[in-house]
Every structure is written in C-alpha cells, then in structure tokens.
C-alpha cells in the first residue's frame, strides 16, 4: 500500500492543477479567450523554449536511445494500425472515424507526459524523454492528418499538402532542429538565453495544465458516449498494456519501461481536438474524447505506475 500513495503523491499534483483550471475557468476567473492565448503561448512560445533547453544543454551521444526510439515509433505505428482497424465496424461517416482514430492512438506526452516524468523520474530524466518527444511529434501529426484526410475523402475536400505544410512549421520541431547543432558540438548557449529561456519554460508545464482544465467541458458529454468509451478503454488500457509487455519481452527495463507506459497511457492530445476542427471533422467528439482520457488517466496511469514499480520493473 505504500507505495501506491508514493504513486499517487507523484501522480496527482499534475492532475490536480488541471482540475484547478476546470474550477478557474468553472468559475470565470479564466475564460476561452484565456484558454486559447494560453495555449498558443505554450506551443508556440514557452515549450518550444524548454525542448530547446533541455537538449542543447545535453550530448545527444549520452542520452540517444536508438532502441528505445525505435521501439516508440513502431509502436506508435502499430498502435494508429490498431485504431484504424478498431473503427472500421463503427457506425457514421469518416468524420466519426477520422476522430475516433486519432483519439485512441495520439497522446498528450508533450503536456501530461512531461510533467509526469518530471514528477515521477525528476529532472534528470527529461532530457531523455525530450528527446523522445523531439522523434515522435513529427510521426504524430503525419499520422494525424492521414488519419483526419483519408477517411473524410469523399465528405470533405481538404488539400493534403497544406497539412503537411503545418508539420514542418510546427515550433517544437523547429526547437529541436535549432538544438541539435548545440548539443552534438557541445555550443554553450549564451547565458542571457538560458535565462530568459528558462523563464519561459518554467511556466509551461503550469500553464498549459491549466489549459487543458479549462478547455474541458461536460456540456456535450453524451454526445457519442459509446464511441467515447471505446476510444478511451484503448487509449489507457489496452495500447499502454500491449507496449509495456512488448517492452518487457524485447528487453527493455527500468526508466525505459516507465517513458514507455506514460507514452503510450497519456490521454489524448490537445492537438487531436485543434486539428479534427480545423480539417472539419467531428470536433465535439473529439473534445469528448479528450475529457474521457483526461479524467480516466488519473486512475489508470496511477495504477499503472503502481504496479510498474510494486514489480521492481522500474
């Protein structure tokens, strides 16, 4: 028992600042308009500053995990597989199916999964997964937009080629490529950048949990419910269940095993909601989606991480 209230001390401070911004917005301290800034400011600004930091500042040659990144893209592949076969017998159009694709295999390890290794590794570990995050934003959103254009083909007309376009303009992908020369010719970064830079980073895990608070909304809560509870049951329990045992049978242990389980067991991604709106897919699904996993991830990553370490695995 123990050590689940060791678990649980390290897992619900992350979640309870996202309810703190549930309750702010709730009662009108925040508001969208707050919501929204605030998460422009995190993606464009504040994270992108942090990822910077955190591999300029390391020799990639210390921390590169070859096998553990690769691990993390087949699996990421397999798992969107998995989705897109799990949809086929849903009832509805692609927009139904385009969300529900990306709402089970997309997760929020930018946001939540930072702040849960941060608080349950310390820093010394997000370095690591920094890096981890660098190689799977890319695969994230490529997979997105297939998963939002291909099975919208015949009921929306959207230029594929735009989307793509928005992938290489993405700023966390733009920090990791500003970092790398940094960290592989070990460049000190100039110490007015460090500081500022760390200004902003320091906020970013605040912020956006408080962000993702205040976009939940339970108003529309019915709307899909089947479908809702599908994609959840896959995104927290059986995705993060098959890569952990993968893990374990391939040789994988310790800290590795733990970036894989948050990895795979974060809920859904902001992204996944932004990006289902603007390519006119089902967004108040999605949004739906999102609250399920958000809530749900409370208790299975808690137990999760429980079990993880009761184990001795990590």
Not at 73 to 99: E, Q, R
Not at 102 to 124: D, K, P, W, Y
Not at 280 to 302: E, P
Request: net charge positive.
């Amino acid at each position: 028992m123990q050590n689940l209230f060791v678990t649980l001390n390290l897992v619900a401070p992350v979640f309870l600042i996202v309810i703190l911004g549930y309750i702010l917005k709730k009662y009108k301290f925040i508001n969208d308009d707050f919501v929204k800034i605030s998460a422009r400011i995190v993606f464009s600004v504040s994270l992108p500053a942090f990822i910077f930091l955190e591999i300029s500042r390391m020799h990639i040659s210390e921390i590169l995990n070859a096998e553990l990144i690769l691990f993390v893209y087949i699996g990421t592949f397999v798992t969107f597989m998995l989705s897109w076969l799990a949809a086929k017998p849903l009832k509805g159009n692609g927009k139904i199916k385009s969300v529900f694709i990306q709402g089970s295999f997309r997760g929020n390890f930018a946001i939540v999964g930072l702040a849960l290794i941060l608080s349950v590794f310390g820093t010394e570990m997000l370095p690591k997964a920094s890096l981890v995050l660098a190689f799977i934003i890319p695969l994230y959103n490529l997979l997105s937009v297939i998963a939002l254009v291909i099975p919208m083909r015949k009921t929306n007309n959207k230029n594929i080629s735009s989307a793509f376009f928005e992938i290489i303009k993405n700023p966390l992908i733009i920090a990791v490529l500003l970092a790398i020369p940094f960290s592989i010719l070990r460049i000190p970064v100039h110490h007015l950048v460090v500081s500022t830079g760390s200004y902003l980073a320091a906020m970013t895990l605040p912020l956006a949990l408080i962000g993702i608070g205040g976009f939940m909304n339970f108003s529309d809560v019915k709307k899909g419910f089947g479908i809702t509870v599908y994609s959840s049951i896959l995104k927290l329990i059986v995705f993060p269940l098959i890569a952990v045992a993968a893990a374990l049978l391939l040789g994988f242990n310790g800290d590795d095993v733990g970036i894989i389980f948050i990895l795979f067991g974060c809920p859904t991604a902001i992204a996944s909601f932004i990006m289902a709106e603007s390519m006119g897919a089902d967004s108040k699904l999605a949004a739906n989606i999102l609250l399920a996993t958000t809530l749900g991830s409370i208790v299975t990553i808690t137990i999760g991480l429980f079990i993880l370490k009761e184990t001795g695995i990590i």
